[in-house]
Structure formats: C-alpha cells, structure tokens
C-alpha cells in the first residue's frame, strides 16, 4: 500500500533562509509524486508535481523539489523564505492513472517564516 | 473558468441532523473526487466519480454518507444522522483525465462542526 511520511509536523526559519520540507514515500509502483500548499481555510493549491522525467522539478513560487528513487524521498525546497511562505503543505502520492487515481497525503508540515 | 467551487463553505449543525455539501468542478472534467481532511491530518480519500459512474469508495465512508454526481457535472455530499466525529473539512478535485496523468484541481472545501 502506498503511504507518505512528512518528518516535522512543523518547521520555523527565518525570512530569507533555506527552506527544506521532507517527504518519504513508500510505493510498489513508479509514484507520481506532488507537493501542496494550504493557506488557512482555502482549498490546496498545487505547487510542483514528479510523474516521468526530469527528477529536478520546479514549482510556483520558486519551490523546487528532487525525485530520489534510491532514498523514496521527494523533499521540497526554496533558497530564500518570503513571509508569505507561512502555510501548510502536504506531500501526496499517486498511482498511475491505471487506477483510480486517488491522492494518498502525509500529514502535513506547517511552515513558520520568522521576521 | 472559475475553477472548482464547493457550497456552503460552512455549516454547523447539532448531531443527528442530516447535511448536504455541493461541488461544482471544472466545467469539462470528468473526474471528480471528495476528500475529507480534520485538525492535523493531510486529506484522506472519500469516493470519485468517472463522469456520472461512483467508481470507488473508501472504508471510511460509512453507510451514513452518499454521494451522487448526477448528467457527470456537478456532484452532492450527504451526510445523516451527522456525529460529531464527522466534523472536518470535506474537499472536492476534479480532473480530466487525459493520458497517463490527470491533474486534480481542488475546491475551497466545506468545514462541517457537528454540535
């Protein structure tokens, strides 16, 4: 079965510091692989997405995140924190369409960007 | 193209009533998938549609809880005999599913507080 697993229910840096979320997933199939953010009471909003290729994705909001098959990891990245970063996001992974397609999350890490 | 909209963005109701929620996907989508998020947790997977075909349901989704996508176009949540352990936010993603790969766009959500 797959599972997500994001280390760090929360994370606090500083305006203009490395940000790194990590995500670890477990799949018996070639995952695609996504990261969402969520600000307070919105829907999610897609921010970069893993399915074949290039294993160095780019998102919005100048995000990045790295596919590593070898490690199951796809952790998420941005060189320099903005306030506006402060959110939630969450790591999802997906079979491939073959099957329904439904999105298994991880719990979710919220980001705290201090002044 | 306003995106995926969900109604009422909040309801309060006391336990034992019955509730109703609305999704209203991307014109053109033919998939369509509720999720249910509560306090700390990422989304877990309710049910998804293929057009007007209900194609899969969770465990999580007890007999309490139907869902209808009537013509494939806009889909109704209905909960009875409500408990206070429904209370969460209910999500809703469409999707058009093309190729290997179907992009799930997401709704504002209904936050649900059972009394």
């Known amino acids: 079965a797959q599972s997500v697993t994001q280390l760090g229910s929360h994370v606090s840096v500083s305006e203009g510091a490395l940000v790194l979320l990590r995500c670890n997933y477990s799949?018996?199939?070639?995952?695609?692989l996504f990261w969402y953010v969520q600000y307070p009471n919105q829907g999610l909003q897609l921010l970069l997405k893993?399915?074949?290729?290039?294993?160095l994705v780019k998102g919005i909001n100048g995000f990045e995140a790295e596919f590593k098959k070898s490690e199951t990891s796809f952790h998420l990245t941005k060189p320099s924190a903005h306030m506006s970063d402060a959110a939630e996001y969450f790591c999802?992974?997906?079979?491939?369409?073959?099957?329904?397609?439904?999105?298994?999350f991880g719990k979710g890490t919220k980001l705290s960007v201090k002044p | 193209d306003t995106g995926v909209s969900q109604n009422p963005r909040h309801k309060i109701t006391k336990r034992g009533q019955n509730v109703t929620f609305r999704c209203d996907p991307i014109?053109?989508?033919?998939?369509l998938y509720w999720y249910r998020q509560t306090l700390g947790q990422g989304p877990e997977f309710l049910t998804y549609?293929?057009?007007?075909?209900?194609?899969?349901k969770s465990r999580l989704l007890s007999d309490r809880f139907s869902a209808e996508r009537p013509k494939g176009s806009f889909s109704t949540l209905e909960i009875q005999r409500t408990e206070q352990g429904d209370s969460a936010m209910y999500l809703c993603?469409?999707?058009?599913?093309?190729?290997?790969?179907?992009?799930?766009?997401f709704g504002p959500g209904t936050r649900l507080t059972v009394l």
């Open positions: 993603a469409s999707s058009l599913l093309s190729g290997r790969y179907n992009e799930q766009f």
């Open positions: 799949s018996s199939v070639p995952p695609y």
């Open positions: 893993y399915t074949t290729g290039a294993t």
């Open positions: 999802a992974v997906s079979e491939e369409s073959g099957s329904q397609g439904n999105l298994i």
């Open positions: 014109s053109e989508h033919n998939r």
């Open positions: 549609f293929q057009n007007e075909a209900q194609l899969e």
